[in-house]
């Protein structure tokens, strides 16, 4: 994502409770580049593929990687 949206690491405070969807919300409005690219990224918390309904807890790590093809 480093290469999409200028940053390696980007640390976003949520109300607590939220969930991923309320952070990939926030994601797409801070950097609105990459709303087209969410249907295609594999979303991890903590290492483990998530569903946009999967509860957030503090210092959860989310990563959004997306799909790329080649060979």
Known sequence: ????????DEFIVLQNPTT????LNSVTERH????AMMMSMW???NGVP?????PL????EV???PLVAGG
């Open 1 to 8: 994502m480093a290469q999409y949206i200028k940053t390696s």
């Open 20 to 23: 991923l969807q309320d952070l």
């Open 32 to 35: 609105p580049s990459v709303a």
């Open 43 to 45: 979303i991890l918390i």
């Open 50 to 54: 998530a569903k946009p309904t999967a």
């Open 57 to 60: 807890k503090d210092g959860d």
């Open 63 to 65: 990563d959004l990687i």
